[in-house]
């Protein structure tokens, strides 16, 4: 059947009779100094092949040494996942791609330094168990030029940079516990909030420091037995996953109603077509004939060790979650909740905790985060705390309106600046309340048929009046005083 | 042929620090013996005259200031090709790393170098080491200097050939399942396979990891301990490298063997020529005649050795020589797809011998068969491993033959690998051990050909090892054979 043809279901894979099982792998790279192996620098963005040595270049005659700060920081994230911190070896997963220098590449199979963890989803309040969450090595990036999509396949030419071949990744793997693309999307963005309040990864998945397999599998409601699964590959934001999911399990559910059977594979994401495609039998026919790496010795970390790096791990996001519901006073649900979830998964937490101390209202403080701040993430650096309360607390006082407010929070982002130089460069001075009296008066005057309407208890027109003098202040009137004017008038 | 050649390595150190000669004499006399004469014997792949005229003039030059030239002070040293050198070509034998050169040197190549050593260049050997007579370089066979209608053993040929023929008095080799001890048994010198972790490994090109081991060659014991000694000790870049400070091997060397207990491993004298088996003899003897307990004991799992071996080696060796694949460096041969490129880059790069062993490798580790090939063979090496524990609860070294036979001739062996193979069995079960062993040279067979001694320790056992071959040196006969030079 046509993969077209199938587009039954919402965008989130919801199937009436059907539940659908995933399981997610999430690569993470650490936040180390150097690569696992060398003394390279671990870093995104340099001119390409310009961070390599003999080492992570996989040349003949070079060996690995493990780089101990990616050891702690796996630990971090396995202490954080709840996991049990033991012995553990490498292996070598053997294959060929020209992005990987050695033609194996380094990981975990047998025995993972990090095992049998759970992470509690903060909205369903999930239990997700975590079965490993393992070292492994990157491979390098190929790009690959006049293929179809940029694989491998019809490519007339390829490059590959080896600046990542080496940057060490710790590959946390769910069970199959998760049954919707939400949840997963859940998971990852709860995951994402760990990794990075436990110091261990940057978690920009933009950057692919996090990147997400998915095994997705559908059953009849009721039915315990698991369905063929397919395992998708390399999803690099939480879009993708949702669609992705979504797209597979409708897949699935198609092909089993027309009779036919889910064949386990592996499947690629298109994210402009918005369908997955099985990968070429030849991608995926690997036999990886792990065996133990000779070149490094056994993981034996020791509880000393493990102890003093547990006492390094910093507030983890559930805790995180905690200090900002106390402010509301312990709200466990709703719209409130959520805000402070979201605060929470973008890092924002710090930010609104730390300016309600400063004297901001908790409230919008919240909602100013959630929303303008999260609206431009990437200038994050560029607000300080007393830069943030000040802008909180010049909108709670009425000096600067909703409006204003989110415009000066918007130009803050971008320069640096204080909210009271924004507000001034940009002509937000307080607008008197004198002066919006004689807008209002002047809208009045203007509308008698509306203000006869209005006046005779048809609230919702109070929208139109308050658009009115909002557009005749150019927007530096607030929107509260003018209603409260405007109720004034009436009576 | 230049008054210096054939002196051994602590002479020329000693005249060189003395000013007694200068280093450049001595390489230069090295050299030139090497130009007129490796032609027939082909043990240097390359000889890199010019670095090592300027490493002599540099060991002389710090002497003149009265500065420490090191142990090794302008003591030639032959390497062999699986040894990375910055900047100059380092091929493994194979075809598959034509044109590379590597950016670094091994941290053995360092060593020597800091100790005053003066490489002369990089010796043949079978390819990626795989092979006991270095019939299996692409670059064609090296010969023994006793005879050159046969073969100098293997893998490491090149080296133990330079060594014996005074090309050098000191060379490296690398022995990971005898290639070493064999090569210096069929060459009539001493080779040494130190404890697994004793040497770097970095910069040695892998052939199979668990395994592998640098080791000096030379003509005497003290030589060899002398080299040892230099190139031993920890190295932050190989995990696998010990930390144990190496123990000071020279001042040990002449404590004698009294009330040392020395066992003769059984199983190993059984396939062993008979010439082979009475020069082991009489080693024993003399150990007895100068105050060791010699008695026979039995190491039954060594027997097991080599079928173990063949599928570790290999299985680690497909791994390791994967990289070989025509992307980054080396031979590339252009296909169609990426796919065609792997195959016919490592079609046309790689010999029979390397391809006979990654498919072995490849297979002992397929799913489906690394059970009952992979890790089995690595509950053989424990077995091995227990056998020669209970062997060392009685006795502090062991004796066997190191090759079951002298030099054969070229083309011998070359048609039946198994054959090959089985000139390995008294070395091979060491290294599935990682202990120490060494062969020392015992006389001439009655074909006139080198017969060589292994002395076996348990791991770290180097001191009393030494201590032995230096006891076997002493009484062993002279060769009287001259070289295919004089």
């Known amino acids: 059947m046509a993969d077209d043809a199938v587009s039954s279901g919402g965008a989130d894979g919801v199937l009436p009779g059907w539940e659908i099982v995933v399981g997610l792998e999430v690569h993470c790279e650490l936040k180390t100094r150097t690569k696992l192996f060398c003394g390279c620098a671990n870093s995104f963005g340099q001119e390409p092949n310009t961070s390599i040595c003999p080492v992570c270049l996989g040349l003949p005659g070079s060996l690995p040494v493990i780089n101990k700060q990616a050891v702690e920081l796996a630990i971090r994230i396995g202490l954080s996942l709840n996991c049990t911190v033991d012995k553990s070896i490498f292996h070598r997963k053997n294959y060929f791609y020209p992005d990987m220098p050695k033609d194996y590449q380094v990981s975990q199979y047998e025995k993972a330094i990090n095992e049998n963890g759970f992470l509690e989803l903060p909205l369903s309040k999930k239990v997700v168990r975590i079965e490993r969450a393992h070292i492994e090595e990157d491979t390098g990036k190929s790009m690959h030029v006049g293929g179809d999509g940029g694989r491998i396949h019809g490519a007339v030419h390829s490059l590959v940079d080896y600046n990542r071949a080496g940057i060490p990744l710790v590959e946390i793997v769910s069970a199959p516990d998760l049954r919707s693309a939400e949840e997963a999307r859940e998971y990852v963005t709860e995951l994402r909030s760990i990794l990075v309040a436990s110091a261990a990864s940057d978690g920009k998945m933009e950057e692919g420091s996090l990147r997400v397999d998915a095994n997705v599998s559908v059953r009849r409601l009721g039915v315990e037995e698991f369905g063929t699964r397919c395992e998708i590959k390399n999803l690099n934001s939480l879009r993708s996953l949702v669609r992705a999911i979504g797209y597979e399990a409708r897949r699935q559910v198609a092909l089993i109603e027309s009779g036919e059977k889910v064949v386990q594979q592996t499947r690629h994401w298109n994210e402009d077509q918005g369908v997955t495609t099985a990968m070429r039998s030849k991608e995926e026919a690997y036999d990886y004939r792990y065996f133990p790496e000779p070149d490094l010795v056994p993981l034996e970390p020791s509880a000393e060790w493990v102890t003093e790096i547990r006492s390094h791990i910093g507030l983890l996001p559930a805790s995180r979650r905690e200090r900002l519901t106390s402010l509301f006073n312990g709200v466990s649900s709703g719209p409130v909740y959520d805000q402070i979830v979201t605060a929470v998964g973008l890092g924002l937490d710090d930010l609104v905790a730390g300016a309600v101390a400063k004297g901001a209202e908790p409230r919008l403080a919240l909602a100013r985060a959630t929303n303008e701040v999260a609206s431009d993430l990437g200038n994050l650096e560029m607000l300080t705390v007393d830069n943030f309360t000040e802008a909180i607390r010049m909108e709670s006082e009425g000096k600067l309106s909703a409006t204003q407010a989110k415009t000066v929070l918007g130009k803050m982002l971008e320069s640096g600046a204080n909210a009271r130089e924004v507000a001034k460069s940009l002509g937000f001075e307080a607008m008197d309340s004198t002066v919006i009296e004689g807008l209002v008066d002047q809208v009045i005057r203007s509308s008698p048929k509306e203000w006869e309407r209005f006046s005779s208890g048809e609230d919702q027109l109070a929208g139109f009046f308050v658009g009115q003098v909002m557009k005749l202040s150019k927007g530096k009137a607030d929107g509260k005083i003018v209603t409260s004017i405007l109720r004034s008038r009436r009576s | ?486």
Request: proline letters at 6%; glycine letters at 10%; aromatic letters at 6%.
């Open chain 2, 1 to 486: 042929m230049g008054a210096l050649i054939g002196l051994g390595a602590s002479a020329i150190a000693e005249m060189v620090s003395s000013k007694e000669i200068s280093a450049l004499e001595v390489t230069q006399e090295h050299l030139a013996l090497i130009e007129s004469h490796d032609k027939n014997l082909n043990s240097f792949l390359q000889i890199t005259a010019d670095a090592a005229i300027s490493a002599a003039k540099e060991v002389d030059a710090k002497i003149a200031r009265g500065e420490d030239p090191g142990p090794l002070a302008g003591v030639p040293i032959a390497l062999k090709d699986n040894l990375v050198t910055r900047g100059l070509a380092t091929t493994c034998a194979s075809q598959i790393l034509k044109g590379w050169k590597p950016p670094y040197s091994a941290t053995v190549v360092e060593k020597v170098s800091a100790a005053g050593g003066v490489a002369l260049g990089k010796t043949n050997l079978d390819e990626f080491a795989m092979g006991s007579s270095t019939e299996n370089s692409s670059f064609g066979p090296t010969k023994n200097p006793y005879d050159l209608k046969r073969v100098p053993g293997g893998s490491s040929g090149g080296s133990a050939a330079a060594v014996a023929a005074k090309f050098a008095p000191l060379a490296l080799g690398s022995d990971t399942g005898g290639s070493i001890r064999q090569p210096a048994a069929l060459c009539g010198i001493v080779g040494v396979k130190p404890t697994y972790g004793t040497v770097s490994r970095y910069g040695l090109i892998a052939f199979a990891s668990s395994l592998d081991q640098i080791g000096p060659f030379a003509r005497s014991v003290k030589d060899a301990a002398m080299l040892l000694q230099v190139i031993a000790g920890h190295d932050p870049k190989d995990s696998t490298s010990l930390e144990r400070p190496f123990p000071d091997l020279i001042s040990n060397l002449d404590k004698g063997v009294q009330g040392l207990r020395v066992g003769i491993i059984d199983e190993l004298i059984d396939g062993a020529a008979p010439m082979v088996g009475d020069a082991l003899m009489a080693s024993a003897d003399s150990l007895g005649d100068q105050g060791a307990k010699v008695e026979h004991v039995s190491v039954p799992a060594v027997t097991y050795g080599l079928s173990a071996y063949y599928l570790i080696a290999p299985a680690e060796a497909s791994s390791n020589l994967a990289r070989y694949d025509g992307v980054r460096y080396g031979l590339r041969v252009e296909g169609q797809d990426m796919n065609e490129t792997y195959v016919s880059t490592r079609t046309k790069g790689f010999g029979a011998e390397v391809k006979r062993r990654i498919m072995l490798g490849t297979f002992a580790l397929s799913s489906g068969y690394y059970d009952a090939y992979y890790a089995k063979a690595q509950k053989v090496r424990t077995m091995i491993i227990d056998s020669f524990q209970n062997a060392y609860d009685r006795f502090d070294v062991l004796l066997s033959p190191t090759a079951p036979t002298t030099a054969f001739e070229l083309g011998a062996k070359a048609a039946d690998p198994l054959s090959m193979y089985l000139s390995d069995v008294c070395t091979i079960p060491t290294n599935l051990a990682g202990h120490p062993a060494m062969s020392i040279p015992y006389g001439l067979g009655e074909n006139q050909m080198p017969i060589g001694i292994q002395v076996l320790a348990p791991a770290l056992g180097e001191v009393n090892m030494f201590r032995v071959a230096r006891a076997i040196e002493n009484a062993a006969p002279t060769i009287t054979k001259g070289l295919f030079w004089n």
